[in-house]
């Protein structure tokens, strides 16, 4: 490990060297470690496994999923990039409209790849993004992520809000688990 580079809701972000890869890597982990709640360490894992099953140019690419001293971590791929709530903070003025419209093309693909694959984001939010030195946005932070199969276990329960307030969809934002899906991510969109 290297540097911690962010905290978030449950989870630190560290820049590191992967000794088995040799190479730098994006060090994901759950802050509260191996005392992290079962619920915790599933929707971490879950999180990790459906980020696998994703493979586009504007999703942060998984390198490795595994576990040490009892901490599971996700590896991903770094990028030189800014969180886009962080970059529209420090602007004094508006990113141009058609700047605006390519980040929109791009994290719509973005979603369409996620949901062809049955994966809901659930939290497409201004700091769900990174914006690349290229100009292209990166959706990040699926740790709210819904497999629309009903077949497999959630992690969610109903009648809890999950996500940003004021990007979630009505029935996010009132825990209506049931009725959430791609146009929930739609909405988000919409909003950033």
Same mark, same amino acid.
């Given at each position: 490990?290297?540097?911690e580079l962010e905290r978030g809701t449950g989870y630190a972000l560290y820049s590191a060297m992967h000794s088995g890869l040799g190479r730098p890597v994006l060090l994901k982990v759950i802050t509260a470690g191996a005392s992290a709640t079962p619920q915790?360490?599933?929707?971490?894992v879950q999180e990790a496994a459906l980020l696998r099953t994703l493979d586009h140019p504007s999703v942060q690419t998984v390198l490795e999923v595994g576990e040490a001293a009892g901490q599971p971590y996700v590896a991903l791929?770094?990028?030189?990039?800014?969180?886009?709530?962080?970059?529209?903070?420090?602007?004094?003025?508006?990113?141009?409209?058609?700047? /605006? $419209? @390519?980040?929109?093309l791009h994290l719509a693909g973005a979603?369409?790849? *996620?949901? #062809?694959?049955?994966?809901?984001?659930?939290?497409?939010s201004l700091g769900s993004v990174l914006l690349q030195s290229n100009g292209v946005p990166l959706l990040t932070d699926f740790g709210y992520t819904k497999d629309v199969d009903p077949s497999?276990?959630? /992690? $969610? @329960?109903?009648?809890?809000?999950?996500?940003?307030?004021?990007?979630? *969809?009505? #029935?996010?934002?009132?825990?209506q688990i049931a009725l959430i899906g791609p146009a929930s991510d739609i909405y988000g969109l919409g909003a950033v």
């Amino acid at each position: 490990i290297q540097a911690e580079l962010e905290r978030g809701t449950g989870y630190a972000l560290y820049s590191a060297m992967h000794s088995g890869l040799g190479r730098p890597v994006l060090l994901k982990v759950i802050t509260a470690g191996a005392s992290a709640t079962p619920q915790a360490r599933q929707r971490f894992v879950q999180e990790a496994a459906l980020l696998r099953t994703l493979d586009h140019p504007s999703v942060q690419t998984v390198l490795e999923v595994g576990e040490a001293a009892g901490q599971p971590y996700v590896a991903l791929e770094p990028a030189q990039a800014q969180r886009l709530s962080v970059l529209l903070q420090q602007r004094t003025d508006p990113l141009p409209a058609m700047t /605006v $419209a @390519q980040i929109a093309l791009h994290l719509a693909g973005a979603l369409e790849h *996620a949901h #062809e694959r049955g994966v809901v984001h659930r939290d497409v939010s201004l700091g769900s993004v990174l914006l690349q030195s290229n100009g292209v946005p990166l959706l990040t932070d699926f740790g709210y992520t819904k497999d629309v199969d009903p077949s497999l276990p959630g /992690v $969610a @329960q109903t009648g809890r809000c999950m996500g940003t307030p004021g990007y979630s *969809a009505p #029935e996010q934002a009132t825990g209506q688990i049931a009725l959430i899906g791609p146009a929930s991510d739609i909405y988000g969109l919409g909003a950033v």
